[in-house]
Structures are given as C-alpha cells and as structure tokens.
C-alpha cells in the first residue's frame, strides 16, 4: 500500500517564528508584537475552535508584551494553563554556536521558570534557528527532560528520514525530526498562501493595481522603510486548496517514518488568522480516511515519540553540521560568525564578566555572610539573553540591532562590575587582619576558579603620599614568603574615598604600575599580601637578544616582516611566520563570504614594519610592531544580476582601485611563568566590502583540528573525506568557541582568542589557522524570497573605526588533552582578581578556598545560588574522552549535597565523606550539575 493510502494523522500546527529584532529594530518589532498578540488573545478567547497556538519555542515576546500592557498577564496565564498558548522552552531562540556554554543551559532556565510562572513550558526542543546544531544539545536538552527536538539547519532528507536518532558528544540519545519536506513553514507556503492570498509559494512581487492600500512615510528619512498594506486583500479559493492540500500531503508522505504528518502554519512573524479553523475543515474534506487535527508541537512530539518506539530510525552523531547544495555551492548560511564581530566580542567579555566573575564571587561572599545579589545577576542574565537571539548575535540585521545590542551587553558588563566590586569588598571587610599594622596596606588576589593557580598578573598599588615614595615588595601574610615586583610606571594622583554616609573626600597617592608572580592561590578563594616597604624591585629581563623574548617555556624572535617564530621549548618545536594578516574582497552578506569574481588578496608582510621595544622587564616585556597596508577601498559591482551575486550563482564584481591605508598596531607580550604569548591586534579600519584575517601557519602534520564547542571538544576533518558532506567545497570556515587546536607526533599549537568565532584551516601542508578578525559588507536583507533588499545608508555592517582583539599562542607537547589547552584557555578567561584595602577585623583566615575540583580535566562552569535559594548549584563537566571520578573539595562544611538535573531537580543523594569531600562520577563528555547546602 502507498504511505499517502494509509491512515495518517496530520497536525496543523499554528505558530509563527517571532525573531525579535532582524528586518526592524527591537522597539518598532515590539508594536508588531503588540498588534500580533492582541490578535490573538481575541481570538482564542472568542473562538474556542482555534484550538492552539505555537509562540515559536521562546518567552521573552510575552515578557515584551507585558511589559506595555502588564494587565493582560491573566489573560495570557489562562491561555497558557489550558495547553492553547504553547511558550517556552527557551528564553530567546538562540544562535548555539555563537554563544558560550552555560548562556545555553541559563536560556534553557530562565525560558523554564519564566513558562512555568506562566502556566506551563513546552517541552520541545524546538530548534530551527540554529546555523547547525551543537554536538551535546541532546544531552542538554534531556537534561531539561526534553526528549526530541524539531530542526533542519545541519541535516537534510538525503541523509536521513524526517525522524532519527541524534546521539549527543556524551551517548546522549533523543529523537530528532526536521519537522516536514518544507521545513517548518510547509502548509504556509505551499497551501495559506496560494489559496488565501493567490500567491504562488515564490510569488513574492507586488503589482500597486491589486489594491490593498500600501502606506508608507514620505519624507528622506523614510525612502528605505517598508510598505505596509493597510487592508490586504484575501480571497479563499476552494478549488485550490483541494489541490494545493493533495500535493503537500503527498509530498510529506514520501519523508515521514510514522503516521503523523505535521502541517506548519507559521512563518517569520506571522499571525493568526481565524480562517486557519476553516483551513483544518476543510483540509479533512480534502484528506478523507485520514484524520486532521488542529494541533501544536507538544501533541505532535509525544504522538510521533510513541510511534517510533516500534520502528528502526537511523542514528546521526554528534554536531549537525551539514550544508545545503545551492547552485554553484555548498552553505550553511553560517558565515555570520564573522559577521559584525564587535558584537561577538563583547558577548564574550560579558559572558566572562558574569559567568565567571560576579557569580561565583557572589557565592564566596554569599558563604560569609553576605546576602547573595540574585535580582542583580538574574537582570544581568537577561540583558545578556536578549542579545543571544540567534538574528541579534549573529549580527545580520539592520545596523540600529548593533547599535542597542552593544548597549545592552554594556549594561551587562556594568552590572557585572558593580556586582563584583560590591561582593569583594563584603569578603574583604570579613577577612580578620587584626593582627597587621592598623595602617597596612593589603593586597588580596581572587581565584574565580576551583583550581590552585600561580600567575604573573599586572595590578595598581596606591600608596598613600604620607609615606614616602620608595620601592617595596609583597609578603605573603599566611606564609611570609616576599614577592618582588616589576615596576611599569608610576605617578602621583588623587582618588576619591567615598562612603554614603558623608561627603566625599580625597587622598594623594603615589601610583604604582606592576606585575608579580603570585604564591599559590587557592582553588576558587583567595589569598592575602601585605606592602613590605625599603624592598627593592625585581630587576632583570625577558629579552634575550634584539627581538627576542624568552621565559621558561618558549624563546619568541621577531623578524622584519613582522611575524614571529615560536620555539617551544618542552617539545622542542619551533612555529614560524606567525601573526600575518590577509585582506581579500567580499561581494556577500551577513550569512554568505561570497568573493568578488575578480579579487585581490592582500599580504600583510611586504609593508614596511616599525618594530620597538615598549617594555622591557623581569616578568613581563612587550614589543610594538608598527605598520600600515594599502589595500582597495571598495568593491566595484559592473553589468552583473545583484541576486545572482548574493545567492553565490555568479558575479562579476571586483576590487576598486582606489586604494586606503589601515593602520595596524601589534603588541606582542610575553610574561615570566607563562605558557602563552599574548598577542594585542589594534586597527583602523577605513575600506569597505573586505574580509581581513590573521595567520598562523603550523606545519603540522595532521588532517584533524580540534575546537571548543559548548561543552565538547570537537574534531573536524581538515581535509574532507569520502563521507563528509563538505567533500565538494573548498575554503569553507567552521565556528569556534575559544580556540582551535592542531598537534602532530612532535608537538601542538592552539590559538585562543577573546571572542571570534570564525576559523579556517588550510587544506595545504602549511596547515595555516586562519581566523576571521572582521568582514565588512553592504547590507542586503533576504526580505523577500529570491530577491535582496539593498540598505545602502547602513554602514555599521562595514564595520568602520577601530578595532581591538586578543590572542594566546599557546605551544604545548601532546595532544588538545595532554596539553592542557582547555585548562590554559580557563586561566585567561578567568582572571585573578587583585584588590587593595586597609586593615578589617573580620572572622575570615587571611588564605581560604571554597571549591576545590581534582582532576582538572574536569572543567568549571558555573557556581551560584539554586533558584530555590536553598543552597548552592555547581556545574561541571568532563572534557575528555574517558570516564572521571572527580573529588569536590569544599572549604565549609557540607550539610546536604544532591546530583540535580538542568531543571534543579533532585536526582540523587550523594555521600559526604568525613574529609568534606564529595566524589561523583563524570563519564566521558559528561555535564554535572551538583546542589550543596552548607
């Protein structure tokens, strides 16, 4: 029997996909929002036959919604209570590969708490947004008690059926179903459209004769602002959908592996139309023997979950990640991680801020005393949210997007700080140094992470002008041991005291700039100083010979190009011609690097370089390296089709010949103790329409990269394979968390970077790192399908001015594991923390750590307080490939520990051992989440 004769059960799932800022900015989008759920409370409430309707699998519409009318709360509350309104499980729909670890785990939460607060979360992992999908979202998705997920972007009907299985980096298995032959917008398309409106499913060209009132502002400002029709006219043509219904039931019959048939009735900002109960009518007429039900994706999923218990599916493994053929190439449209890369990082540095600072601060304080900041950190939670909505983080929107999401993430970063400042100085007010000189001056650095660490970092000291300038050292008031620093640069100045109580005041102060080598900081705590004065500063140097750095671990040597070779000493390999920039043209858009059919690409090394010595000392020495290069201010488009271009059918566009200078600056940094060399890239850019990256040739001998993902280190093969479905495309960029890694028999080299996204490797025997520093671009919007909508007046996406980035070369023996890469990419991404104060008469030891986490391959993630407010919540997880028993050491005693689930729900009790340690068990890839009460 045909699978179309056979009895089927089709949904019809109202939805639309809500993106909150894209084509509009976030505050014109919300009166869209506004208009859209008026709607469509009024029609759930008047027509009790409008059975369901699906808000895209996030909460934050409903957030923006009640914030203008927060009256209606009740209203939505009941249509969420009575299964009618499905919202959830995310807060904003999220582009994972552009966002860190944990922010994918707390969209998931705060999407939770804030549904059930509202009368209930969807639990489907909803997921169509993603350019690709990461490798341990199922077992994040499980974790939430999800147990299938809908999505297309990274899979496709030639490799499996409409429904398989998905085993997630850690065997994590759940169902997974990309929806329907049409993606999520199949009976919209191919039915609503034709039958409603007389379109066409790609008919998308408006004739001003078919009425419809088109309104518009006339002045300048508005020459690049949408139409709007005030009365569309809409007709409901029977005959057609007879047809249209046959055709699309047809089609999915031919994907779908069990009865259930979805038919999506949504698309991008959609709304309701009460003739969707009249459309499911009908469609049953048309569908005899089968059974049409107005549905959403809850009933779907459980329905297809109970089906494929008795059927084989075929098992995908790991990151989805395969691309869509187009007429001339293979794409994933997932070239927006280059796109706008000011927003990437500054997403990352506000991450690090709350994530990794403020957070776990906050429970160290919390532990003393202090009562844990949680309004302020959930506010920070979801400003940062906002600005992981998949077209907000990716950056391929209009330019006012970058603007406001820029704003947002600086209003993170300031509650971050204030949150930080404020908790540190309750920990060192509770610090007891009674027994020091009631004038002291004491140094206190900060451990954010569960691990001993012993650094050289940089720090101010202000000593008070009532004592005399003169050198002095740091004596470690736990153990006595002296720590000698390196001066940069002092100067006299004046500081604020300020207190709430009394009007401020001010104090002169000498000003010191140094650096110094820490004793042992204790695991996730903190450890104090006091100033030893008439000690004399550390003398001595880090340069060995002209151009040349040296420390324990490796020899730096500079050469006239302006790139620098690497010799690792442990491993005994060298690294040469690193640090070179490469500039071509680009004639795509914010999802698509399309090159001009005529390009120039540009080479950093033959101009001329100004190489100086900046700074010269025994623990830190910098040099500065000068120059800049001339490449083609513009792109020239001549007597070629713009969509052709755009869609990477063709193009035949080229590089100007007008020619602009961008001026580099490259500080190159090496610190004593350290086993990665900081490089700083500055730069104006002044040209238009160009993709600019940074080398770093390797020479290794591996056909596999290694890259962070969210929890998961994947490994991508760097020249296709027989099996890789990007066999067929040749310089094609990947995403990257934090840093890619490629070693050989003979050594290693990862590159970590402070927010960039977009890496290469290339297919020759150099096997050169690329990564994408910016990628300047017109802004062309795919508003209207098969055809782009030019912005010319937006200029943000050329990404103009200056720019700012930060890299760690960081060499090392044996593989991504052995060579302690993801525990090397920690230490940067969370700083010591150094303060200064006076003298406190608290109750806390002068040395003290909270956490303690053994073996350090398993990884910190986070630390704060259980939404319940009882206790505290710990999240790791094991980067490596074999099963770990991890020892958790705590510094206060334990009264009650639990393993819990992402939800924060109990799984089990786990044993206290008389030591005040805790062992759990983290098999390969495996996140933990552990609650503690102490």
Same mark, same amino acid.
């Given at each position: 029997?045909?699978?179309?004769?056979?009895?089927?059960?089709?949904?019809?799932?109202?939805?639309?996909?809500?993106? $909150?800022?894209?084509?509009?900015?976030?505050?014109?989008?919300?009166?869209?929002?506004?208009?859209?759920?008026?709607?469509?409370?009024?029609?759930?409430?008047?027509?009790? !036959?409008?059975?369901?309707?699906?808000?895209?699998?996030?909460?934050?519409?409903?957030?923006?919604?009640?914030?203008?009318?927060?009256?209606?709360?009740?209203?939505?509350?009941?249509?969420?209570?009575?299964?009618?309104?499905?919202?959830?499980?995310?807060?904003?729909?999220?582009?994972?590969?552009?966002?860190?670890?944990?922010?994918?785990?707390?969209?998931?939460?705060?999407?939770?708490?804030?549904?059930?607060?509202?009368?209930?979360?969807?639990?489907?992992?909803?997921?169509?947004?993603?350019?690709?999908?990461?490798?341990?979202?199922?077992?994040?998705?499980?974790?939430?008690?999800?147990?299938?997920?809908?999505?297309?972007?990274?899979?496709?009907?030639?490799?499996?059926?409409?429904?398989?299985?998905?085993?997630?980096?850690?065997?994590?298995?759940?169902?997974?179903?990309?929806?329907?032959?049409?993606?999520?917008?199949?009976?919209?398309?191919?039915?609503?459209? #034709?039958?409603?409106?007389?379109?066409?499913?790609?008919?998308?060209?408006?004739?001003?004769?078919?009425?419809?009132?088109?309104?518009?502002?006339?002045?300048?400002?508005?020459?690049?602002?949408?139409?709007?029709?005030?009365?569309?006219?809409?007709?409901?043509?029977?005959?057609?959908?007879?047809?249209?219904?046959?055709?699309?039931?047809?089609?999915?019959?031919?994907?779908?592996?069990?009865?259930?048939?979805?038919?999506?009735?949504?698309?991008?900002?959609?709304?309701?139309?009460?003739?969707?109960?009249?459309?499911?009518?009908?469609?049953?007429?048309?569908?005899?023997?089968?059974?049409?039900?107005?549905?959403?994706?809850?009933?779907?999923?459980?329905?297809?979950?109970?089906?494929?218990?008795?059927?084989?599916?075929?098992?995908?493994?790991?990151?989805?990640?395969?691309?869509?053929?187009?007429?001339?190439?293979?794409?994933?449209?997932?070239?927006?991680?280059?796109? $706008?890369?000011?927003?990437?990082?500054?997403?990352?540095?506000?991450?690090?801020?709350?994530?990794?600072?403020?957070?776990?601060?906050?429970?160290?304080?919390?532990?003393?005393?202090?009562?844990?900041?949680?309004?302020?950190?959930?506010?920070?939670?979801?400003?940062?949210?906002?600005?992981?909505?998949?077209?907000?983080?990716?950056?391929?929107?209009?330019?006012?997007?970058?603007?406001?999401?820029?704003?947002?993430?600086?209003?993170?970063?300031?509650?971050?700080?204030?949150?930080?400042?404020?908790?540190?100085?309750?920990?060192?007010?509770?610090?007891?140094?009674?027994?020091?000189?009631?004038? @002291?001056?004491?140094?206190?650095?900060?451990?954010?992470?569960?691990?001993?660490?012993?650094?050289?970092?940089?720090?101010?000291?202000?000593?008070?002008?009532?004592?005399? @300038?003169?050198?002095?050292?740091?004596?470690?008031?736990?153990?006595?041991?002296?720590?000698?620093?390196?001066?940069?640069?002092?100067?006299? &100045?004046?500081?604020?005291?300020?207190?709430?109580?009394? @009007?401020?005041?001010?104090?002169?102060?000498?000003?010191?700039?140094?650096?110094?080598?820490?004793?042992?900081?204790?695991?996730?705590?903190?450890?104090?100083?006091?100033?030893?004065?008439?000690?004399?500063?550390?003398?001595?140097?880090?340069?060995?010979? !002209?151009?040349?750095?040296?420390?324990?671990?490796?020899?730096? &040597?500079?050469? !006239?190009?302006?790139?620098?070779?690497?010799?690792?000493?442990?491993?005994?390999?060298?690294?040469?011609?690193?640090?070179?920039?490469?500039?071509?043209?680009?004639?795509?858009?914010?999802?698509?690097?399309?090159?001009?059919?005529?390009?120039?690409?540009?080479?950093?090394?033959?101009?001329?370089?100004?190489?100086?010595?900046?700074?010269?000392?025994?623990?830190?020495?910098?040099?500065?390296?000068?120059?800049?290069?001339?490449?083609?201010?513009?792109?020239?488009? =001549?007597?070629?089709?713009?969509?052709?271009?755009?869609?990477?059918?063709?193009?035949?566009?080229?590089?100007?010949?007008?020619?602009?200078?961008?001026?580099?600056?490259?500080?190159? =940094?090496?610190?004593?103790?350290?086993?990665?060399?900081?490089?700083?890239?500055?730069?104006?850019?002044?040209?238009?329409?160009? $993709?600019?990256?940074?080398?770093?040739?390797?020479?290794?001998?591996?056909?596999?990269?290694?890259?962070?993902?969210?929890?998961?280190?994947?490994? $991508?093969?760097?020249?296709?394979?027989?099996?890789?479905?990007?066999?067929?495309?040749?310089?094609?960029?990947?995403?990257?968390?934090?840093?890619?890694?490629?070693?050989?028999?003979?050594?290693?080299? &990862?590159?970590?970077?402070?927010?960039?996204?977009?890496?290469?490797?290339?297919?020759?025997?150099?096997? =050169?790192?690329?990564?994408?520093?910016?990628?300047?671009?017109?802004?062309?919007?795919?508003?209207?399908?098969?055809?782009?909508?030019?912005?010319?007046?937006?200029?943000?996406?050329?990404?103009?001015?200056?720019?700012?980035?930060?890299?760690?070369?960081? #060499?090392?023996?044996?593989?991504?594991?052995?060579?302690?890469?993801?525990?090397?990419?920690?230490?940067?991404?969370?700083?010591?923390?150094?303060?200064?104060?006076?003298?406190?008469?608290?109750?806390?030891?002068?040395?003290?750590?909270?956490?303690?986490?053994? #073996?350090?391959?398993?990884?910190?993630?986070?630390?704060?307080? &259980?939404?319940?407010?009882?206790?505290?919540?710990?999240?790791?997880?094991?980067?490596?490939?074999?099963?770990?028993?991890?020892?958790?050491?705590?510094?206060?005693?334990?009264?009650?520990?639990?393993?819990?689930?992402?939800?924060?729900?109990?799984?089990?009790?786990?044993?206290?051992?008389?030591?005040?340690?805790?062992?759990?068990?983290?098999?390969?890839?495996?996140?933990?989440?552990?609650?503690?009460?102490?």
């Amino acid at each position: 029997m045909r699978k179309d004769k056979e009895q089927k059960y089709v949904h019809f799932i109202s939805n639309t996909h809500w993106d $909150r800022e894209w084509l509009y900015s976030f505050q014109e989008t919300r009166i869209q929002l506004i208009d859209f759920f008026q709607r469509l409370l009024n029609i759930l409430e008047k027509n009790k !036959d409008y059975n369901s309707f699906v808000l895209d699998s996030q909460v934050v519409p409903v957030e923006d919604y009640l914030e203008i009318f927060p009256n209606d709360r009740e209203r939505i509350k009941k249509q969420v209570e009575e299964r009618r309104l499905l919202i959830g499980p995310w807060y904003t729909c999220p582009e994972c590969f552009q966002v860190g670890s944990e922010s994918i785990i707390r969209n998931l939460l705060y999407g939770h708490i804030i549904a059930k607060q509202m009368g209930g979360v969807m639990k489907v992992g909803h997921t169509p947004f993603s350019y690709g999908q990461i490798s341990q979202l199922p077992q994040i998705y499980k974790g939430f008690g999800i147990h299938i997920a809908l999505f297309y972007h990274g899979v496709s009907h030639d490799e499996v059926p409409n429904e398989f299985w998905w085993e997630g980096a850690d065997g994590t298995k759940i169902l997974a179903s990309q929806m329907s032959r049409h993606a999520r917008y199949n009976f919209y398309h191919q039915v609503y459209r #034709p039958v409603v409106y007389g379109m066409e499913p790609d008919e998308r060209n408006w004739n001003w004769n078919k009425g419809g009132t088109p309104f518009r502002l006339a002045d300048e400002k508005a020459q690049f602002e949408h139409y709007l029709l005030l009365q569309p006219p809409k007709n409901f043509d029977e005959k057609q959908l007879k047809e249209r219904v046959k055709k699309l039931f047809k089609s999915e019959c031919e994907v779908a592996t069990t009865p259930h048939i979805a038919f999506m009735m949504g698309h991008d900002s959609s709304v309701p139309d009460e003739l969707e109960v009249c459309l499911v009518h009908e469609t049953q007429q048309v569908l005899e023997g089968h059974i049409v039900k107005h549905s959403n994706y809850q009933d779907y999923a459980e329905e297809v979950l109970r089906e494929v218990e008795n059927i084989k599916l075929p098992v995908l493994q790991g990151e989805r990640r395969t691309p869509k053929p187009m007429p001339r190439i293979y794409h994933l449209y997932s070239d927006v991680l280059s796109s $706008r890369t000011r927003i990437k990082r500054e997403n990352s540095y506000s991450e690090r801020d709350l994530q990794r600072l403020a957070e776990p601060m906050s429970v160290l304080s919390a532990c003393m005393g202090m009562e844990y900041p949680k309004d302020f950190i959930d506010l920070a939670w979801k400003e940062l949210l906002r600005c992981h909505a998949h077209d907000t983080i990716s950056g391929s929107g209009v330019d006012i997007i970058e603007q406001d999401t820029l704003h947002r993430l600086r209003q993170v970063r300031e509650i971050s700080r204030s949150v930080l400042r404020r908790v540190l100085a309750f920990c060192q007010k509770s610090i007891d140094f009674s027994k020091e000189d009631k004038n @002291a001056i004491l140094i206190t650095v900060y451990n954010p992470l569960p691990m001993e660490r012993e650094e050289t970092i940089s720090t101010v000291v202000d000593l008070p002008d009532t004592i005399p @300038a003169g050198e002095f050292c740091l004596e470690n008031i736990e153990t006595g041991e002296e720590v000698p620093l390196q001066i940069h640069s002092q100067e006299r &100045a004046n500081v604020v005291i300020t207190q709430p109580e009394d @009007a401020r005041h001010s104090m002169k102060v000498h000003r010191y700039h140094t650096s110094f080598t820490t004793t042992k900081v204790p695991p996730l705590g903190y450890t104090s100083y006091r100033i030893k004065h008439h000690k004399p500063f550390l003398q001595g140097t880090l340069i060995t010979s !002209d151009r040349v750095l040296e420390n324990q671990y490796m020899r730096v &040597a500079i050469r !006239d190009d302006g790139t620098f070779d690497v010799f690792h000493k442990p491993s005994e390999k060298i690294y040469c011609g690193l640090g070179y920039l490469l500039d071509d043209g680009e004639a795509g858009h914010a999802w698509m690097h399309i090159p001009p059919a005529y390009n120039e690409v540009i080479d950093s090394r033959p101009f001329p370089k100004k190489i100086s010595l900046l700074e010269d000392g025994p623990l830190s020495a910098t040099y500065k390296i000068e120059y800049e290069m001339i490449i083609p201010g513009q792109l020239v488009s =001549t007597n070629e089709d713009l969509n052709d271009r755009l869609d990477g059918v063709g193009n035949n566009s080229k590089r100007s010949i007008r020619q602009v200078s961008i001026p580099i600056q490259m500080f190159i =940094t090496l610190r004593n103790q350290s086993r990665s060399l900081e490089l700083k890239v500055k730069l104006i850019n002044n040209a238009r329409d160009h $993709r600019l990256r940074i080398a770093f040739p390797s020479n290794l001998d591996t056909d596999i990269v290694r890259v962070e993902s969210a929890f998961d280190i994947v490994e $991508r093969e760097i020249v296709p394979g027989p099996n890789n479905p990007w066999k067929n495309t040749k310089s094609v960029t990947f995403p990257q968390y934090r840093f890619i890694d490629l070693d050989d028999t003979w050594g290693g080299l &990862a590159i970590i970077n402070d927010g960039l996204k977009e890496y290469e490797v290339s297919r020759d025997l150099t096997r =050169t790192m690329f990564i994408t520093l910016l990628r300047a671009y017109t802004v062309h919007l795919a508003t209207v399908s098969k055809q782009w909508e030019t912005h010319p007046e937006m200029n943000l996406s050329q990404c103009p001015g200056e720019h700012e980035f930060n890299f760690w070369i960081y #060499p090392h023996a044996g593989g991504t594991m052995k060579g302690n890469v993801v525990q090397e990419t920690e230490r940067i991404y969370s700083p010591l923390i150094p303060v200064q104060s006076g003298v406190s008469n608290g109750t806390q030891p002068p040395t003290k750590s909270l956490i303690k986490i053994q #073996p350090d391959t398993i990884i910190f993630s986070a630390l704060k307080l &259980a939404e319940d407010r009882q206790g505290y919540i710990l999240r790791v997880y094991n980067s490596s490939n074999e099963p770990t028993a991890a020892v958790l050491e705590f510094g206060e005693p334990l009264k009650e520990v639990y393993e819990v689930n992402f939800e924060e729900t109990i799984i089990q009790k786990l044993e206290i051992s008389p030591q005040n340690t805790v062992k759990i068990q983290c098999n390969e890839k495996k996140i933990v989440t552990i609650k503690f009460l102490i």
